[in-house]
């Protein structure tokens, strides 16, 4: 049921919904050291749609209302509903966060003394935040083999991700991603279907395109707009956008949120972002922000990227080496590809090349949009987890301010594609069932399911039965040099030899020696016994003969491998 409450306020008529299912937050603030701390926030379930709606439609109507200048608004935490001191219009939003907009500066600035005094948790400027812009990454972050090992799940998660950014030029996105699901949701006005006169939020979306296969689909959130200074147009984040952009997230009940978001003017801490983003991360959402871009500053902080509920991402080129424009400070938690990256342009057809934490961060919100391919149910600390365990350690030895716990490589991993044998996240082989190398006669027992190798030469398998018995099989995958897959049958009581092809010695490698083995083995001075006689063979043909001990000089002389 809602309940529509009208009450006069000096000047201004407020319309509050009161909700049954309203949301609720405990929490306690201590003004001396100006620290929030909640005890609880409901998630998103705990919301009415009449809620959400008349949201968005008021803070819309708010917005677009062009005699009202933004910067005269203030956003209000309070348990209670504040007094408006003469706003001209109240708008309620989640979290126990209300957003008054005044006529002029004087009154936003005298509502603000007097509400400092009031029982609220907190009073808060509406500052416009610059974007921070300036990804060759898909590659060497392993998105592409993510999106490989997905495409072979039976069912993958279907995933969201939203990109809070300037839009997106649909026409351009569609002609390189045409079967790629994309929804919009404008904070403020835009044109239809959907427009991004910026570039920035379109060039952020095809990143996280290119990088995820087509059960990730993405959600452009449109936040910005623009001011004009001196004369000029300029794109610009305001405070109350982005919290109403965070809060449909939340309503949207999205998997990864994307913040592209920070420079000038976003060094200021706010309690309602704290909130907003801690019921986003409550809810199971994974939030990835971009770092900033004033590495040019000691220490410069950025926020929504410093706040404990996002992931901060800083910029490296191709090199693994730290943007110079990248900002360091002690809350970056990764690095990724943010110098010169490629990706779509607002122009039907064409891409454009950027450098900025920008770009950086859509590559982990890919990254983390693919890992959840696997496993949707995966929190925040289990998927930072996971970043860790994957990331290549820079700089200094451990975290440090520059590249964080360091660059997330995702190519060597070995993904859990048939939803079984799978580790505690759902998302790798349990490492028990897997030879990370090739070396002589690792063997164990077979059920009758998939075995994965991981080599960086070709392996055949052996089947004996009591020693006896041999049998032959070809990987089903090669398409990764490092690893290869096998489908063992199960007869019951079988052991997996694992051998390198062309190691005639067992040795773990293949090298001179084995050539000579063979040479020996022709001159009738040295036997071979049958698991040497099938690795010598690389010409399948049964023989053993100068032309395989030449295959095996060629692959360890580095001019062909073995075609095994």
Not at 147 to 154: G, R
Not at 166 to 195: M, N, R, W
Request: aromatic fraction near 8%.
């Amino acid at each position: 049921m809602v309940i529509l409450k009208v009450r006069r306020c000096f000047f201004c008529v407020i319309s509050i919904i009161v909700v049954a299912s309203v949301l609720f937050l405990v929490a306690n603030y201590d003004k001396n050291n100006n620290a929030l701390t909640i005890s609880m926030i409901a998630n998103a379930d705990e919301l009415s749609e009449e809620f959400m709606d008349r949201y968005f439609e008021e803070y819309a109507d708010m917005r677009n209302d062009s005699s009202s200048d933004p910067e005269n608004m203030l956003i209000v935490v309070s348990m209670e509903e504040p007094e408006c001191y003469g706003a001209k219009k109240v708008v309620e939003a989640p979290n126990h966060t209300y957003f008054l907009q005044y006529d002029s500066a004087e009154e936003k600035d005298n509502a603000f003394n007097e509400l400092s005094n009031d029982d609220v948790i907190s009073v808060e400027e509406n500052d416009y935040i610059l974007p921070a812009y300036n990804s060759w990454g898909i590659e060497r972050a392993g998105l592409s083999t993510m999106s490989s090992a997905i495409e072979k799940v039976e069912g993958p998660n279907t995933v969201t991700v939203a990109v809070m950014d300037t839009g997106l030029a649909l026409d351009s996105f569609q002609h390189f991603f045409p079967d790629k699901t994309v929804s919009y949701f404008c904070v403020t006005s835009c044109q239809e279907p959907i427009d991004d006169t910026h570039g920035h939020g379109t060039h952020v979306m095809g990143t996280i395109a290119e990088g995820t296969p087509d059960n990730v689909h993405l959600l452009s959130i449109k936040t910005s707009s623009e001011i004009v200074v001196n004369n000029k147009k300029q794109t610009v984040f305001l405070h109350s956008d982005m919290l109403t952009a965070m809060n449909y997230a939340l309503s949207a009940h999205v998997d990864v949120l994307n913040m592209s978001i920070g420079g000038s003017k976003s060094d200021t801490y706010y309690d309602s972002e704290i909130v907003a983003l801690q019921a986003l991360k409550d809810a199971g959402t994974i939030s990835i922000a971009a770092a900033g871009n004033d590495g040019n500053k000691t220490n410069s902080i950025a926020y929504p990227a410093a706040y404990d509920s996002t992931i901060s991402i800083a910029a490296v080129n191709s090199d693994l080496e730290i943007g110079v424009f990248s900002t360091y400070n002690e809350f970056v938690d990764f690095s990724a590809p943010g110098v010169a990256i490629t990706s779509l342009s607002t122009e039907l057809g064409k891409v454009v090349t950027l450098s900025g934490t920008s770009m950086a961060a859509p590559h982990v919100s890919a990254i983390v949009a693919n890992l959840k391919s696997f496993n949707s149910s995966l929190t925040f600390d289990q998927v930072k987890q996971i970043l860790k365990d994957h990331a290549i350690d820079l700089g200094d030895e451990g975290k440090d301010v520059h590249y964080g716990w360091g660059f997330i490589d995702m190519s060597h991993a070995n993904y859990c594609s048939s939803r079984e044998r799978c580790d505690e996240y759902g998302v790798f082989v349990d490492e028990s069932f897997i030879v990370n190398h090739a070396p002589n006669s690792i063997a164990y027992r077979t059920d009758g399911e998939t075995v994965t190798v991981i080599s960086s030469r070709a392996c055949r398998v052996l089947i004996t039965t009591n020693n006896t018995n041999y049998e032959l099989l070809t990987p089903i995958t090669t398409e990764s040099e490092s690893r290869y897959d096998f489908v063992v049958p199960n007869n019951g009581n079988e052991i997996v030899h694992l051998y390198i092809a062309g190691d005639v010695t067992l040795s773990g490698d293949v090298n001179s020696s084995d050539a000579l083995a063979i040479a020996k083995y022709n001159n009738g001075d040295s036997p071979l016994n049958t698991t040497q006689l099938i690795l010598a063979d690389i010409n399948r043909n049964t023989l053993i003969n100068s032309s395989d001990a030449l295959f095996i000089a060629k692959d360890y002389s580095g001019v062909s491998a073995i075609p095994w």
